[in-house]
């Protein structure tokens, strides 16, 4: 007569492999848990990271930005339109920032004055750069230095407004240093001056803007050093 529980050992292994089953569920139930609470502890460590920049910080990244966005402008232009009369007034009012721009003005100068005192004395003083084609040269030649003057403006504008926005901590350092040197300089100029008896030998007019410079510049670094979250901003990712 056969046992009347014969299915009875593979009922018991249905059993061991559903206990199996709940038990690697219930490790990987487990698992994922852990993995939350990991995620969450790490939010919580980095909660600055999900801040925005400090408002000052902002401003500044997007005024380099907008630069580059306005030197991209002109560039177009004057590669675009090179006989335009936006071309030539852009060549004419952005020649002066022109490195040597100083030196030619003053070799045109002397230039000038030679052939005025030549005319007085009867003598004729060969005029540079009289006929067209020379003229012509030298307004090709003046608005490529334009051009390379606004690329290189806008590709290190570029990198400095990355570095703002990138947290770099170098760039923070170098504002500071650079404003508070300013800073520095104009004060002991003056306060030299003043004290030696000469005086500060500085312009009435140009007093304004020095002193707009001073309180602008004073204002970047007591910003970046003493504003509360910029150091974070800047160095809590390193």
Same mark, same amino acid.
């Given at each position: 007569?056969?046992?009347?529980?014969?299915?009875?050992?593979?009922?018991? =292994?249905?059993?061991?492999?559903?206990?199996?089953?709940?038990?690697?569920?219930?490790?990987?139930?487990?698992?994922?848990?852990?993995? $939350?609470?990991?995620?969450?502890?790490?939010?919580?460590?980095? =909660?600055?990271?999900?801040?925005?920049?400090?408002?000052?910080? $902002?401003?500044?990244?997007?005024?380099?930005?907008? $630069?580059?966005?306005?030197?991209?402008?002109?560039?177009?232009?004057?590669?675009?339109?090179?006989?335009?009369?936006?071309?030539?007034?852009?060549?004419?009012?952005?020649?002066?920032? *022109?490195?040597?721009?100083?030196?030619?003005?003053?070799?045109?100068?002397?230039?000038?004055?030679?052939?005025?005192?030549?005319?007085?004395?009867?003598?004729?003083?060969?005029?540079?750069?009289?006929?067209?084609?020379?003229?012509?040269?030298?307004?090709?030649?003046?608005?490529?230095? =334009?051009?390379?003057? *606004?690329?290189?403006?806008?590709?290190?504008?570029?990198?400095?407004?990355?570095?703002?926005?990138?947290?770099?901590?170098?760039?923070?350092?170098?504002?500071?240093?650079?404003?508070?040197?300013?800073?520095?300089?104009?004060?002991?100029?003056?306060?030299?001056?003043?004290?030696?008896?000469?005086?500060?030998?500085?312009?009435?007019?140009?007093?304004?803007?020095?002193?707009?410079?001073?309180?602008?510049?004073?204002?970047?670094?007591?910003? *970046?050093?003493?504003?509360?979250?910029?150091?974070?901003?800047?160095?809590?990712?390193?």
């Amino acid at each position: 007569m056969e046992p009347v529980y014969k299915w009875e050992p593979i009922t018991d =292994v249905y059993k061991a492999q559903a206990a199996e089953s709940v038990g690697l569920e219930t490790i990987e139930a487990e698992s994922q848990q852990k993995l $939350r609470e990991i995620h969450e502890a790490v939010k919580k460590e980095n =909660v600055w990271v999900e801040k925005k920049a400090p408002i000052g910080i $902002r401003v500044f990244t997007w005024y380099l930005f907008c $630069r580059v966005g306005c030197y991209v402008l002109l560039l177009s232009i004057l590669a675009v339109f090179p006989q335009s009369s936006a071309s030539t007034w852009l060549v004419g009012s952005l020649g002066h920032f *022109l490195p040597g721009e100083d030196a030619r003005q003053e070799a045109a100068r002397q230039n000038e004055e030679m052939q005025r005192d030549a005319a007085l004395q009867g003598i004729q003083y060969p005029v540079e750069g009289g006929d067209s084609d020379s003229q012509a040269q030298k307004a090709q030649e003046a608005r490529e230095l =334009v051009m390379v003057y *606004l690329l290189i403006s806008a590709v290190f504008t570029g990198v400095v407004g990355f570095m703002w926005w990138n947290h770099s901590w170098k760039v923070r350092w170098v504002a500071m240093f650079y404003s508070g040197a300013f800073v520095a300089k104009a004060a002991i100029g003056y306060f030299a001056g003043v004290a030696s008896g000469v005086g500060s030998n500085i312009d009435p007019g140009e007093m304004p803007v020095l002193m707009a410079s001073i309180a602008l510049n004073g204002f970047i670094f007591c910003y *970046l050093a003493f504003y509360p979250d910029v150091k974070e901003w800047f160095e809590g990712q390193h």
